[in-house]
């Protein structure tokens, strides 16, 4: 059985930074894509980012690309949300995901394992 836990969530003023990990225990998911999902007050849930398996691909939502870096280590199976430069619209409970893919994916569909959630709030 696959858990992915996430952590470094917080309060945060506009400009800040901070940054998500999301450990996974059970089985290794080296060999697996990785992403990020976030879902704010009365929204649907959406896309943030996503990385390859083996970490040199990325894709990112347009509203996060240039302020947010997904990367992984495989050794510790730990995936880092970098967020620069947060806006008050970034506030949300920010999912990790694994997916069964080898690529970036964007959909939900696409993601087998999901962590619990850690809420990012960004005040202006």
């Known amino acids: 059985q696959v858990q992915l836990v996430e952590s470094g969530g917080g309060l945060v003023q506009a400009g800040g930074s901070l940054r998500l990990s999301c450990a996974a225990s059970?089985?290794?998911?080296?060999?697996?894509?990785w992403g990020w999902f976030r879902q704010a007050p009365g929204k649907e849930r959406e896309f943030v980012a996503s990385?390859?398996?083996?970490?040199?691909?990325?894709d990112y939502r347009d509203s996060v690309r240039g302020r947010f870096t997904i990367s992984r280590d495989n050794t510790k199976k730990t995936v880092y949300l970098q967020m620069n430069s947060l806006k008050p619209e970034d506030t949300a409970i920010y999912y990790c995901?694994?997916?069964?893919?080898?690529?970036?994916?964007?959909?939900?569909?696409?993601?087998?394992?999901w962590g619990q959630g850690t809420q990012v709030t960004v005040s202006s």
């Open positions: 990385i390859s398996w083996t970490g040199t691909v990325t």
């Open positions: 059970g089985r290794s998911l080296s060999s697996n894509a």
């Open positions: 995901a694994a997916t069964k893919a080898i690529v970036v994916r964007t959909a939900e569909s696409d993601y087998e394992y």
